[in-house]
């Protein structure tokens, strides 16, 4: 997989003490992970990176927008995300390969470049919720959502809220359990 220069962080060279970088992420970054769930964005990705004499501590902190369809409305929409999260790399001269342990990785103390794209991808990916829902109608218009759709929502739930509840039954209308009623009759 090709990676952007610049998020592989040289190794060799970085000396002790803290280190900012400051990154954009667009559509051409989601290119390099075709099976992603994310197409589009537009992120804005701080990378904190202090080096220590036998460990890297990485924080990433991102910001901006993830295109996607809204859940409620299906429109398409710019979801806001925002997330903090800390990546530690230590140095061990077992470690013949990367060796990935969720939120630790281990190098090779003589491994020269650590790429990150990976790890801001993985990231980005958590910091989409499960519920893709936008707040349709906050803010000025124009609003990003189907209004249609949302009239339909909100009809239907009118509707049920006017159909009777649990025990209630409507006698002109028959129920599907009826058929099932006299079933332990026959045994």
């Keep these: ?31 390099d992970f075709p099976e992603s769930p994310v197409q589009s964005a537009t992120v804005d990705l701080r990378l904190t990176v202090d ?11 991102l910001s901006g927008t993830v ?16 997330d903090r999260r800390q990546l530690i790399v230590k140095f061990a001269a077992e470690a013949e390969a990367p060796v ?3 939120d ?3 190098l090779h103390p003589d491994t020269n470049d650590f790429n990150l794209a990976p790890y801001a991808y993985e990231m980005i990916v958590l910091a989409v919720p499960m519920i893709k829902t936008y707040a ?6 124009p609003y990003p959502c189907d209004e249609d759709l949302l009239r339909r929502i909100e009809a239907s739930y009118a509707s049920a809220a006017e159909a009777p509840r649990g025990g209630e039954q409507n006698e002109d209308k028959p129920s599907p359990w009826d ?6 009759k026959n045994n």
């Design 51 to 61: 080096k220590q004499a036998r460990e890297l501590m990485i924080d990433f902190d």
């Design 67 to 82: 295109a996607t369809a809204c859940d409620r409305c299906l429109a398409d929409i710019d979801l806001p995300i925002a």
């Design 136 to 141: 349709c109608r906050e803010g000025e218009p």
């Design 1 to 31: 997989m090709p990676t952007p220069a610049a998020f592989v962080l040289p190794l060799k060279g970085l000396g002790k003490g803290l280190y900012a970088y400051d990154l954009s992420i667009d559509r051409s970054f989601f290119a």
């Design 104 to 106: 630790i990785v281990y």
């Design 179 to 184: 058929v099932l009623k006299d079933l332990n």
């Design 100 to 102: 990935d342990e969720g």
